[in-house]
């Protein structure tokens, strides 16, 4: 079971101001499923396309809700994310690879690919090259809608036209 509470500081549209979301499902990786609901109550039942006006960008939120998000099978990996994707004190910031140490015996390579597959905008160096090697960033506090994939593509370290560049052997060969 997945359940995703939304509390909205004001009502949209002068028709609600919370959504309760209980997704009845055995698979913990179905959680995406339950934001596309999300989204697509907001798309049809007020002029917001999904979530994202309401929360702002990741860089320069202004977020109109809060969220509460959790499943049944809180061992799982996923599980952990998604209480850690309700703390806005977590999401929009760059942590190290450790902070998840209570998720155990994970890839944590593996379990970015799978999380960005399913819709979160989690970014790390092979993603953004801003973002230091060992550390990882959550942007924001739901799953882009399925019908929406727009986050930066996969790109091995050593296989950037520019980002693999190492700034320190550019400048040591300029001043020689």
């Given amino acids: 079971m997945i359940n995703i509470n939304l ?16 997704l009845q499902t055995d698979d913990i990786l179905d959680f995406n499923i339950a934001w596309d609901f999300i989204h697509d109550l907001i798309n049809y039942s007020c002029s917001y396309e999904n979530l994202q006006p309401l929360y702002g960008h ?17 061992e799982h990996a996923i599980s952990f994310i998604m209480k850690k994707m309700s703390d806005y004190s977590f999401i929009g910031k760059t942590h190290r ?8 015996d994970i890839n ?5 690919k799978l999380l960005r597959d399913k819709g979160v905008d989690i970014r790390i160096h092979e993603t953004n090259r801003t973002i230091p090697k060992d550390h990882f960033k959550i942007c924001y506090p739901f799953c882009t809608p399925s019908w929406q994939k727009t986050y930066t593509t996969w790109t091995d370290v050593g296989n950037h036209k520019t980002s693999d560049i190492d700034i320190k052997q550019i400048m040591s060969f300029r001043s020689q």
């Fill in 108 to 112: 944590f390579i593996e379990l970015v």
């Fill in 7 to 22: 509390f909205f500081n004001d009502f949209i549209s002068q028709k609600f101001n919370k959504i309760c979301c209980e």
């Fill in 97 to 104: 690879y450790e902070e998840l140490s209570e998720i155990n």
């Fill in 58 to 74: 990741f860089t320069e939120p202004y977020p109109k809700f809060t969220v509460d998000a959790y499943s049944n099978q809180n």
